[in-house]
């Protein structure tokens, strides 16, 4: 898929009024608040506005291993985390993750004022998220900007518990498996790729692995203005994401 990273107008507006959240279950008084911090640590790598939500044992943004074909269960949700992997958009993974009666908070972060709206190396970004009873645990995921089709995450982070505690998740980089990895500039939004539809799912699952699984990096295949390792290569992890409990 010859897709622009961020490249919908629509997303740059919403991203750049603010957070947009949504709640499972009503806002209450004894709601825990966190806040979570977000920090691209690649060197050369932009980071595309993250989906994170709060949650209850047992869900899982994603599976490793074979992605399902259209028809299958869970095809939907895998065509929106290719979306997301390819274009950088993060609504469809939004509202797979809402739908789900194990998630609290779900939200989509707000990102710089630029275009596209990534992070950058080395910056950061928080955001307040909340949970309640057994929703103790935290997720997160994003498209690694200069990629075919890879993404950051972390699943089921144990939220910290007293008030003033932290934790620190170093996130992993996969493999959505749904384009191949040519690197080059025909394919990778960074480079300069289009496509006229960015999120309309064409080329989703057509010549990629066909499989999630972690990602090898980058390996200059891509030819002439294709991506440089010295430059878009990482070793993992490539994110940092702290959570901060808060009153």
Do not use: C
């Not at 469809?92 to 709206?117: F, I, M, T």
């Not at 980089?173 to 999120?199: F, I, K, Q, R, W």
């Not at 066909?210 to 430059?231: C, Q, S, W």
Request: glycine share 12%; aromatic share 8%; charged share 15%.
């Amino acid at each position: 898929m010859k897709a622009r990273i961020l490249k919908v107008v629509l997303l740059g507006a919403v991203l750049a009024a603010g957070t947009i959240a949504f709640s499972s279950g009503a806002m209450a008084s004894q709601d825990r608040m966190y806040r979570v911090t977000i920090t691209n640590a690649m060197h050369g790598q932009p980071v595309a506005p993250s989906v994170i939500a709060t949650h209850i044992a047992g869900f899982h943004l994603f599976q490793l291993g074979l992605a399902p074909e259209e028809g299958d269960p869970g095809y939907d949700h895998y065509w929106g985390l290719a979306a997301m992997a390819e274009t950088g958009y993060p609504f469809y993974v939004l509202e797979h993750v809402l739908a789900s009666p194990a998630v609290w908070e779900a939200k989509a972060l707000p990102y710089p004022d630029r275009s596209p709206p990534v992070l950058l190396p080395s910056e950061s970004i928080s955001t307040m998220i909340s949970a309640s009873g057994n929703a103790k645990y935290l997720s997160s995921i994003a498209m690694i900007g200069a990629t075919n089709d890879a993404v950051y995450a972390v699943m089921g982070v144990e939220l910290p518990r007293g008030v003033g505690a932290t934790v620190h998740a170093m996130a992993h980089a996969y493999d959505v498996g749904s384009e191949a990895n040519d690197e080059s500039p025909s394919t990778v939004g960074a480079l300069g790729a289009t496509d006229d539809n960015p999120v309309s799912g064409a080329g989703i699952n057509e010549n990629g692995e066909g499989f999630i699984h972690v990602h090898a990096g980058i390996h200059g295949v891509g030819g002439e203005g294709g991506l440089d390792p010295a430059m878009f290569d990482w070793r993992d992890p490539v994110v940092l994401v702290t959570v901060e409990r808060v009153e």
